[in-house]
């Protein structure tokens, strides 16, 4: 079998694998590199995901790459325009003829004697299996299945003769136009969905166990308006982009320290969007505090207009059972259905389903800690992109990407071939992902841990990752670097290849 050979290999052609190749051709002109991407399209989630009004939960200055502005005018953007700016990019900077499209990797395999990775890939178009070898490894395929959503098993639901959907499927000739609705979910895609389909059909109805944050925010932002008046977009991009990460880290700052405000916030704003004696407590107000789920942003108020308008409603109840034409609640109600949509969320999946080994030993995802929230612990040569929980996921790519290329550069400086994280000697460890949503929390057992301090711990701070990231030290306490003759030497807080957790 014929091997190929490159300097880097990124796993995924989505907004995050895209920016990672850009950045390293930029930074690192020199280095040869592939993306493997196991679909057939490049996008990623804004290429899979096609549910009617499919948008961005995040303003598109900040979920745009920091080297090529965001020209669109809406700040929340749909997700056509989303896929078209990541194809864009990739036509721009020569991306596009380094894909490998319908590249599903199954494994990889360290060798620390080579300072290779040796990476097994099924090519679901042909049926082949394909191996290349590569120095560095850079996963950008995101944290969840694409192949299948989240659906709780459902009483009943085989007796409904309606059509039941799941957004991460959605069929290209649904047709809702003059239909009763039912939405069953409260988040991101719920909030998205509802004032979407409301548009055609006869009435859609939000079905929730209990409430989310919802907040309302212009789908253009004013200040961008303003500067594109009279600068070039290269020169407003950057400074709409630091306002509105600097708004977001305040929210989120004031957000833990002093929650019952932001509620109160929260709750009046959606009030003032309401009629007039709307049961705001029960449909608006969750149990929880801001920002332990993501908060769901609905571009002016679009959500509230089509409840307003009487289009669309929003139920707090728990199925009893799923009925031939809909769904009966716990409380006796029935909602007549001529189509279900199941916004129930999504399966996690770390890295994609590959299997990791080094030096022969299965790496155990769950045992390893993450550094800088990037690499993980034992792995040698090794990086994934996790984006950040509370902000643009991009923020936290465009870091992640440019630190990789700057190890690159450090090793070649330095003679060395290897980079090895070493997990902290501390037992005080919490999973990666900090969110209290229901597909976290369903899979947290599978996912890496971070420690309690910096470098070992994703402080979910932009400003404050910058400084670290970008001008930090590459040499610290969390690292070893070495050559292939020369493994890293094990103290008593270090994990070298041969140390790390096995499953």
Known sequence: MATDHVDVLIVGAGLSGIGAAVHLRRACPEK????????????????????????????????????KPWTNPKAIADGD????????????????EHIRFHHRVTRAEWDSATARWTVHAHRDDTGEDVVLTCAFLHTCSGYYRYDAGYTPDFPGVERYAGQLVHPQHWPEDLDWAGKRVVVIGSGATAVTLVPAMAERAAHVTMLQRSPTYVIALPSRDPLADALRRWLPAKAAYPVVRWKNVLLGVANFQLSRRRPGLVKNFLRRAAKGRLPVGYDIDRHFSPRYDPWDQRLCVVPDGDLFDAVSAGRASVVTDTIDTFTE???????????????????????LLALGGMTVTVDGREVDLAGTVAYKGMMLSGVPNF??????????????????????CRLLRHLDATGQQIVTPVAPATGDLEPIIDLKSGYVLRAVDQLPKQGPVAPWRLHQNYPRDVLLMRHG??????????????????????????????A
């Open 383 to 404: 990086a994934m992109t996790i984006g950040y929980t509370n902000a643009s996921w991009t923020l936290k790519a465009d870091l992640v990407a440019t630190y990789v």
């Open 325 to 347: 034409g809909g769904i009966r609640l716990a409380s006796g109600e029935e909602l007549p259905a001529d189509i279900v949509v199941t916004a129930t969320g999504l399966n």
């Open 81 to 96: 325009s989303i896929r078209e700016y990541v194809r864009d990019t990739a036509r721009e900077h020569g991306v596009e």
């Open 32 to 67: 040869s590199y592939a993306v493997l991407e196991a679909r057939g399209a490049i996008g990623g989630t804004w290429d899979l995901f096609r549910y009617p009004g499919i948008r961005s939960d995040s303003d598109m200055y900040t979920l745009g790459y920091s080297f």
């Open 473 to 502: 030290r590459l040499t610290d306490q969390g690292v070893r670097f070495s050559r292939a003759a020369a493994p890293p030497a094990a103290g008593p807080a270090e994990q070298t290849p041969a140390d790390v957790p096995v």
